[in-house]
Nanobody, 125 residues
Framework: EVQLQACGGGLVQAGGSLRLSCEAS????????MSWVRQPPEKKREGVAS????????FYADVVKGRFTISRDNAKNTVYLRMNDLKPEDTGVYYC??????????????????WGRGTLVTVSS
């Protein structure tokens, strides 16, 4: 059974930081590009960041560039999202997702192979 377990969400004041983690099991993690996707309240989901399977390429949504950092540890089957200088508009449920393909192909379609359950991030003003 494939599982993506995301954790690390919580309530933080604007300007604060959080680090999300997502541990995968049931897949050969190093073969998957991993992404973070968020669902703000009453808004459409949006891609936040993606990292290729071997760290050879990383990209971010414009609204988080310079504040968020995605990374991965293939030995631990885990992908991370470090979020600094959080803003109220960063509030939402954050999901990790995996794709055995170029993540640019699924950035807008969200047709990932696997999804985690999500972890809630709430940023107060």
């Amino acid at each position: 059974e494939v599982q993506l377990q995301a954790c690390g969400g919580g309530l933080v004041q604007a300007g604060g930081s959080l680090r999300l983690s997502c541990e995968a099991s049931g897949i050969t993690f190093r073969n998957y590009a991993m992404s973070w996707v968020r669902q703000p309240p009453e808004k459409k989901r949006e891609g936040v960041a993606s990292i290729y399977s071997q760290d050879q390429f990383i990209f971010y949504a414009d609204v988080v560039k310079g504040r968020f950092t995605i990374s991965r540890d293939n030995a631990k089957n885990t992908v991370y999202l470090r979020m600094n200088d959080l803003k109220p508009e960063d509030t939402g449920v954050y999901y990790c997702a995996g794709a055995r393909k170029d993540p640019r192909l699924v950035w807008d379609t969200y047709e990932y192979d696997y999804w985690g359950r999500g972890t809630l991030v709430t940023v107060s003003s």
